[in-house]
């Protein structure tokens, strides 16, 4: 089964506004991370965050971590036709790097 | 730089013919790599990953095999293809620097069988 499960599933902003999308989990983990995969593209990394950290930026991407709930966010700030793409969390199995990754949520930015 | 080669980037192959996906790594000196499949609807699977020539795991019952011939190379076959085998394969490798997990990932073979 799939450790992160991303919601929504589709996303449709307007350019210049922000974009949350959401991360669950449900075992332990060490760290969590975000891919963005531009379509019929590999997948790139985003950013990652450790198991002991709350919050993490990287330019206009801002992710959130609440081990507690086993939830994590990704917001991308003030967005832009280019931030098109599918976003996905993936987690890792005990700290390998076997990582296993949601389906991912469709992000749509209209100019 | 890091760089995954990966290839052919499509194929449309009817049921029942082989398959044989390449995959080659250069840039990075961790020895891991990984092959991914991503269906319509279902995010990523992970289906096979190696440390070393030779050395494969399989992370899912299937129609598929690997080999890894060489350090670098990483193949993913099938001796007799399944409509259920479409879908876009994708070969990672851990980032080189990356230290925590972080996986480069090729442009992905896109397969198609009929």
């Known amino acids: 089964s799939q450790q992160g499960e991303e919601d929504p599933q589709a996303l449709s902003i307007q350019e210049g506004e922000n974009a949350t999308m959401n991360c669950s989990y449900k075992?332990?983990?060490?760290?969590l991370q975000w891919y963005r995969q531009n379509s019929g593209r590999g997948l790139v990394h985003l950013i990652l965050i450790r198991s002991n950290e709350r919050e993490k930026h990287s330019g206009r991407l801002r992710v959130t971590l609440d081990t507690s709930k086993k939830s994590s966010s990704l917001l991308i700030t003030a967005s832009r036709a280019a931030d098109t793409a599918s976003y996905f969390c993936a987690t890792g199995k005990g700290g390998s790097e076997k990582l296993v990754f949601g389906k991912g949520t469709k992000l749509t930015v209209n100019p | 730089s890091q760089t995954i080669h990966q290839w052919p980037a499509t194929l449309v192959q009817p049921v029942g013919s082989p398959l044989s996906l390449e995959c080659t790594v250069e840039g990075t000196s961790n020895p891991n790599l990984y092959w991914y499949r991503q269906a319509a609807g279902r995010g990523l699977q992970l289906l096979f990953y190696s440390v070393g020539i030779g050395q494969i795991s399989s992370e899912v019952p299937q129609n598929l095999s690997a080999s890894r011939p060489q350090d670098r190379q990483f193949i993913l076959s099938s001796k007799k293809l399944l409509l259920s085998d479409s879908g876009f394969y994708l070969c990672a490798s851990p980032t080189s620097g990356g230290g925590a997990g972080e996986l480069f990932f090729g442009e992905g073979s896109r397969l198609t069988v009929l």
């Open positions: 075992t332990s983990i060490n760290n």
